[in-house]
């Protein structure tokens, strides 16, 4: 089948760009597994701060807020985020780290306030006093991740797009100015071929003969459990250690939490380790009054970033059509309208959108030709 875009990878940043790209001409997004987001997509803790990641990372996401409020018509009948504080705790020997975590929240929203020991314990009443030294607090976000992506894939599919499940890219050549890829499916063909597989972006890579970028998909582990009998905490914030080595927060009448791990690991299906649940249970029973009896839940999911866990977003510069949009590490969901929104301009050969202009993203910082990406780009 030959069409003009081929979208490899079904989460978040190919479902959002399969979205933008339907609308200037035909799109067949291709995902190996029998239903979209199943991977990383699916694993998330849905959040959504201006308070997280690097500046790039900043810019993006606040570039993504006006999209998150005000969707287009179609996308959802659900509102896509909800009103949820973030409280950021430090005991006292990590003042120096709250300095700095406080100085950088306070950088980018004019909401960020210090709080009280009293007050941060009424917010989140499990809280241990003898554990908590400083906090601030801000207006943060959840996101409604489901309906986030499902909105992508039906304005892809209105548009007159095409999502094929288990069609796993196996083979990838160019040939005559031509994409082809061979899935269990069908053989594909486009002249542009975006790279959106997430911990298997530099496979895919290898497949189509171009040089990987250095991916490094990360496994981070997260565990479900009952909170305190006769507490209720649904409108309780998320807390998020100030060295982000843990966080948690209700979820559906529950406990979300995770130990924030980072450990390296090949592209599969990451499952949790039983050291990382030990040390997430460790940590959040330290901070608080609540004893982890039995975890309801437990999965994990792997963040993929590059040397400067910056995205890679741009055509690869020695091969004609093949385009780039991974590394969106811990932040794909909140970035990825923005993210969406400048591949498709890239792309699509459009001049730079406006509104990320004026959020201070520009193509240089995503481009696959960026000196962080000096190795690759010398040989
Ligand atoms: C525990 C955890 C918490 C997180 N919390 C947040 C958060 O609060 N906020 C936030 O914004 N982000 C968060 N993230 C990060 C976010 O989830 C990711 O950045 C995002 O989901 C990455 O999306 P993706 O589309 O690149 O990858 P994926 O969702 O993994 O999608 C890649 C797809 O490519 C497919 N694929 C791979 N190889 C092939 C092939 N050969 N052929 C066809 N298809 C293929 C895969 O099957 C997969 O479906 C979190 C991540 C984790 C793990």
Not at 90 to 113: M, T, W
Request: glycine content about 10%.
């Amino acid at each position: 089948m030959i069409t003009d875009f081929l979208v490899i990878g079904a989460g978040i940043a190919g479902a959002s760009i399969a979205s933008r790209l339907s609308e200037f001409g035909r799109v067949v997004l291709l995902e190996r597994e029998e239903r979209p987001g199943y991977h990383t997509t699916g694993r998330s803790a849905a959040f959504f701060t201006v308070n997280y990641g690097n500046q790039v990372i900043r810019s993006l996401t606040a570039a993504s807020r006006q999209f998150f409020s005000n969707p287009p018509d179609g996308f959802t009948n659900h509102p896509l985020m909800s009103p949820r504080g973030i409280l950021t705790i430090a005991r006292a020997d990590q003042f120096s780290e709250y300095e700095k975590n406080l100085a950088g929240a306070r950088a980018v929203s004019d909401d960020i306030a210090e709080i009280g020991i009293d007050d941060a314990v009424q917010l989140f009443p499990t809280l241990r006093r003898d554990y908590v030294s400083l906090a601030h607090y801000e207006p943060g976000l959840y996101m409604d991740v489901d309906q986030i992506h499902g909105g992508y894939l039906r304005q892809m599919t209105a548009h007159g797009g095409t999502l094929v499940c288990d069609a796993e890219a196996r083979s990838i050549e160019y040939v005559g100015g031509v994409w082809n890829v061979g899935t269990p499916a069908g053989v594909y063909e486009a002249p542009i071929l975006i790279n959106a597989a997430g911990a298997w972006a530099d496979e895919i890579a290898s497949l189509a003969g171009v040089d990987p970028v250095g991916l490094n998909p990360m496994r981070r582990t997260v565990i479900i459990f009952a909170g305190p009998a006769g507490v209720n905490l649904d409108k309780a914030p998320m807390v998020i250690d100030v060295e982000e080595k843990f966080y948690f927060k209700p979820e559906a009448g529950k406990i979300l939490a995770s130990p924030a791990d980072e450990t390296p690991s090949p592209p599969c299906d990451v499952q949790p380790d039983e050291l990382d649940i030990a040390v997430t249970v460790e940590r959040v029973e330290l901070a608080t009054n609540m004893v982890i009896g039995r975890i309801d839940h437990k999965w994990a999911g792997l963040r993929s970033f590059v040397a400067d866990r910056t995205p890679v977003v741009g055509f690869d510069p020695g091969h004609e059509g093949f385009f780039w949009l991974v590394g969106q590490g811990g932040y794909g969901i909140m970035t990825s309208p923005a993210m969406a929104h400048a591949a498709t301009a890239l792309a699509t050969k459009q001049s730079w959108p406006e509104d990320l202009a004026k959020n201070g993203v520009c193509p240089e910082k995503l481009s696959p030709l960026r000196p962080a990406l000096l190795k690759r780009n010398e040989k």
